[in-house]
């Protein structure tokens, strides 16, 4: 009887002396894991917070050109350029408000946000450039996501630092392409 019970308490001893680092190693992988899904959390949140910082900042010189533009049409007499600058203008101010409200929209969205937004400044330059925007077979634009107005400002910025200041008449390309899991866009 006595060996019975010295037997089943190193049994216990070994039960315990197994599942105790076990459970230790669980909590500590536990603990590790929730610390790092909060940072990724902060991650994500800071990333949310940068863009709509860059939302709301649909850059207000654009803006007042594009009413200056349309000022200037009216001014000359130009009432057809008039009415479409402005009929395309109320377009993009209308996608980027629907647009702002959303975290991610679709490639086709934006595509066309950039479309309209292209457009107005191309006529505000007395059609200086032309462009092409073209767009991999292998993407589908309703599916591809992507915050919305993130690549605005950089479209922007190749209009007025590169083909604004250029002799000449200039072109500007935007690409589309899935590469791997990831989408590839260049300006």
């Keep these: 009887k006595t060996e019975v019970i010295a037997q089943r308490r190193r049994t ?3 039960v315990v002396g197994i599942l105790m680092p076990v459970v230790l190693l669980s909590g500590i992988a536990l603990w590790r894991s ?38 200037n ?38 595509l066309d946000a950039l479309r309209l937004y292209v457009d107005l400044e191309r ?3 007395n059609n200086k450039y032309d462009y092409t925007i073209s767009v991999d077979p292998g993407l589908n634009t309703e599916e591809a996501m992507l915050p919305p107005l993130v690549l605005q400002p950089f479209v922007e910025n190749a209009i007025w630092h590169g083909l604004s200041p250029k002799d ?13 899991n990831c989408l590839l866009i260049s300006i």
């Design 34 to 71: 929730d610390r790092k899904r909060r940072s990724i959390r902060h991650s994500l949140d800071r990333a949310s917070l940068e863009t709509q910082i860059l939302r709301a900042q649909m850059n207000p010189h654009f803006i007042f050109n594009a009413l200056g533009s349309i000022q």
């Design 168 to 180: 000449g008449h200039g072109h500007l390309t935007l690409s589309f392409r899935r590469k791997s």
């Design 73 to 110: 049409y009216v001014e000359e007499n130009e009432r057809d350029l008039a009415v479409g600058f402005l009929s395309k203008f109320a377009r993009l101010m209308r996608l980027v408000l629907e647009n702002s409200r959303q975290n991610e929209i679709s490639v086709r969205r934006d």
């Design 123 to 125: 006529m505000r330059l």
């Design 12 to 14: 216990q001893l070994l």
